[in-house]
């Protein structure tokens, strides 16, 4: 009791490329340069990024990020990232 923050110090995802689970936190910032704007994180197992995503120029899979996140640079985040 008392202590009411929901700091949060981790977010997992599933790489879409090879299916492993990784902390969207921890991993780096891809530098391809598709997204200079919106760039994404690189899987710290496969190394590759969602920036090539067919989808990632479609707003509509763009939600705001919650607030933990966005204290870590994320803006808005992709739907596979949700
Ligand atoms: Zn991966
Ligand atoms: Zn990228």
Redesign the pocket.
Known sequence: MGQTSTARTSHSVE?R??G?EFDLLAATWCGCGVRVDRPSKV?P??M?CICLHPDYDNEALWNNAPRYLREHGFDRLFYLYL
Do not use: I, L, S, T
Request: glycine content about 0%.
């Open positions: 790489c490329h090879c492993k899987c197992y496969c590759q």
